[in-house]
């Protein structure tokens, strides 16, 4: 076995059930499984002493997400501010790795940064194996809806990506462009407006 082939071994290793957490996901559904960013740091330093790390760009986005709405009495599409990372990993002997990591700005704006360079770094180390069979984990419990990337079933990660690709900021843009109120629309119903709008534009 080779160097490189030898160290993703050793970095995929599961961890002791022990230590694994579980926590909702952003997009709804099953719980996923995740392990915190002190243990995936020990990984890294126990596996792989010559890592690092560092923060290529950070932004302040808001974009609708589905939550609960005690007054309504049922989920309603709310904005909702969130912080972007983009983080690179390097292993020199594996090369570097990129990246995003996000989280809700709940609390103060310091609060929110940290909490993304954490989600970046653990998404950054299981592209070098830290952990990825929780990933696998849960896209086998959601199916392939739950990770799709285009199309009905995309979820809300992939849609605020794609929206901010083609040119808006926020759901307000969204809603201005298309016309209409988008409030009850799932992330995959968003998107495919979008695009028959920018077709029937384009004719």
Known sequence: MSEPARLIEQLSERFDDSLVQMKPA??????????????????????????????LGRET???PIMRYDKDAGKKILKDITWVEITLELTIPALGS???????EMVGDYGTAVKAAASD???????????????????????????????????????????LREAGFAD?????????RTIKDWTPGEIVTAVQVKQQEANR
């Open 26 to 55: 952003y997009s709804g559904g099953q719980k996923m499984p995740y392990v915190s960013q002190g243990l995936v740091t020990k990984r890294l330093n126990a596996k792989a002493l010559d890592w690092s790390s560092r923060i």
């Open 61 to 63: 986005i808001t974009f």
């Open 97 to 103: 790795r990129q990246e995003v990591g996000v989280a």
């Open 120 to 162: 970046a770094l653990k998404r950054a180390a299981m592209r070098f194996g830290v952990a990825l069979y929780m990933w696998e984990s849960k896209e086998e419990q959601d199916g392939e809806g739950a990770t799709s990337e285009d199309g009905p079933d995309m979820d809300w990660t992939a849609a605020r990506k794609w």
């Open 171 to 179: 759901s307000a843009a969204v809603a201005a462009f298309l016309g």
